[in-house]
C-alpha cells in the first residue's frame, strides 16, 4: 500500500519562500518516481518537479528552474519541493504523487504519466 501525505503548505508575501514535504510510504523493494504537482484557479494541473527514489534523477520544471528545487531524504522518506522567490501566480494547491520508476522512466516530473497514487494536496497562497 502505497501513501502519499504532504505537508507545509501556507500563506507568504510575494518574494517568499515555502517548503512543502511529501511523506512517502511504500514497498521498499521497488523504487519510484514522485512528483509535485500543482492545480492553480483556472488552469490545468501542471507538473513541478520529479524525483526518483533512488536518486539518480530529478527534473524541475523549467519554467521553475531557477525557484524550485526537489529533493528526496531516505532516511526520512520524504520528498521536499524548496520553492523560492514566490509570486502570487505560484498560488494554488500543490500535491504528489507517485509511479514505479521502471514505468514512468525519463517522463519523470513532466507529466502524469504513469502516477498511480496521490496525496490530497496542500495549499499555497501568496500575496503581492
Known amino acids: 500500500q502505497v501513501q502519499l501525505v504532504e505537508s507545509g503548505g501556507g500563506s507568504v508575501q510575494a518574494g517568499g519562500s515555502l517548503r512543502v514535504s511529501c511523506a512517502v510510504s511504500f514497498d521498499k523493494y521497488d523504487e519510484y518516481c514522485v512528483t509535485w504537482f500543482r492545480q492553480r484557479p483556472g488552469l490545468l494541473r501542471e507538473a513541478v518537479a520529479g524525483?526518483?527514489?533512488?536518486?539518480?534523477?530529478?527534473r524541475v520544471r523549467d519554467s521553475m528552474a531557477g525557484r524550485f528545487s526537489i529533493s528526496y531524504d531516505n532516511a526520512k522518506d520524504t520528498v521536499t519541493l524548496q520553492m523560492n522567490n514566490l509570486q502570487p501566480e505560484d498560488s494554488g494547491t500543490y500535491s504528489c504523487?507517485?509511479?514505479?520508476?521502471?514505468?514512468?522512466?525519463?517522463?519523470?516530473?513532466?507529466?502524469?504519466?504513469?502516477?498511480?497514487?496521490w496525496g490530497k494536496g496542500t495549499l499555497v497562497t501568496v500575496s503581492s
Open positions: 524525483i526518483y527514489t533512488d536518486g539518480q534523477y530529478a
Open positions: 504523487a507517485a509511479g514505479h520508476m521502471s514505468r514512468v522512466g525519463p517522463r519523470c516530473g513532466s507529466d502524469a504519466f504513469g502516477m498511480l497514487y
